[in-house]
């Protein structure tokens, strides 16, 4: 028997890369990434400065993401502001490289962090 198909995720999309996508490309650092289960944007999570993940979710209607972060398997439906149960398994990688540290990337971490998360 055949799973029927989870509304907003796309389980053949690989991931956008390992890092926040917006992040990167503006010189700026997160602390937890998300990838959207609809394209495979990587973005950062509600507690980062940028909140990139949210702000994808609402400028394309894209609203099922997943952590990307090492251990952890979840689901969240920004729309619905719920857990999603029992959400397929994805395209891999499933998490960014346990190498990179949290928050990241290293190298544009301020020291002050801590203060600087919502």
């Given amino acids: 028997m055949t799973t029927p198909p989870t509304p907003g995720i796309d389980p053949s999309v690989p991931p ?7 992040c990167d490309q503006s010189g700026g650092w997160w602390f937890h990434l998300r990838r959207c289960a609809t394209c495979g944007h990587i973005g950062c999570c509600d507690s980062s400065p940028a909140q990139h993940a949210g702000a994808h979710a609402a400028a394309t209607g894209h609203d099922v993401i997943r952590s990307y972060e090492p251990g952890e398997d979840w689901f969240w439906n920004y729309r619905t502001e ?36 919502h």
């Fill in 82 to 117: 719920s857990y999603v149960e029992d959400g397929p398994d994805l395209a891999p990688p499933q998490h960014h490289p346990t190498t990179q540290p949290t928050p990241g990337p290293a190298d544009r971490v301020p020291s002050d962090w801590r203060s600087r998360l």
């Fill in 16 to 22: 956008s890369g390992d890092g926040c996508a917006d």
